[in-house]
């Protein structure tokens, strides 16, 4: 039986224990991307969020819903963020800003995800591996994000770290294409510039 994709980076547990907490980043002034919930999220070099653009650098984690003005003037929560959805403002914490909401403790926070392109193996615990960037849903609001095996490598760079297989579900084939794999984020508590892992 052929696995069905599980689209986006979706946060699950922490290490530890505990519960995934959310604080919010705000979204660029000008950006033109529509945001959608469990995209992968990049910070921009003058400290706002947006969702990333490369398939295989660092990311703040994913997604976990907005909170932007639309176009009557209200203030909505919201799965995702409309393309194109503008403000003008100053200051750090606008009002009228847009925001995403990412996990607090992205370096303990667990995540799955569906691997697509190619069937794992047991060996690839603890590679890196990069994403496919797929278009979301504007019908439900979530992200078309996957991961891929076909450039699965020690290379630091590379955004996810792959963790285990999801088991005990009959809906997860672990041997097919678009299995579903617990992953972290490849980071630590270090500076971030220096901070990506090699894979083992």
């Not at 505990?18 to 469990?38: D, K, M, Q, W």
């Not at 925001?99 to 569906?114: G, I, Q």
Request: net charge negative; proline share 3%.
């Amino acid at each position: 039986m052929a696995n069905t994709a599980l689209t986006g980076i979706r946060p699950v547990y922490v290490k530890g224990g505990g519960t995934v907490t959310y604080r919010r980043g705000r979204v660029l002034t000008n950006n033109t991307t529509a945001i959608f919930l469990y995209d992968a999220i990049v910070r921009a070099a003058g400290g706002d969020y947006t969702v990333t653009a490369s398939t295989n650098s660092a990311t703040e984690g994913s997604s976990g819903g907005v909170i932007y003005t639309d176009a009557a003037g209200t203030r909505r929560p919201a799965k995702y963020l409309p393309a194109a959805t503008l403000y003008t403002s100053s200051g750090i914490s606008p009002e009228n800003a847009s925001y995403v909401y990412l996990v607090d403790n992205l370096v303990n926070t667990v995540f799955t995800a569906s691997v697509a392109v190619a069937a794992l193996a047991l060996t690839d615990l603890n590679l890196n591996l990069i994403m496919v960037l797929g278009t979301g849903s504007t019908t439900t609001g979530l992200s078309g994000h996957t991961l891929t095996s076909a450039s699965k490598n020690t290379t630091a760079t590379f955004p996810w770290r792959l963790e285990d297989f999801v088991v005990g579900s009959v809906i997860n084939e672990q041997d097919l294409v678009n299995t579903a794999v617990l992953v972290t984020a490849n980071c630590t508590f270090d500076e971030p510039a220096l901070s990506a892992s090699t894979g083992a």
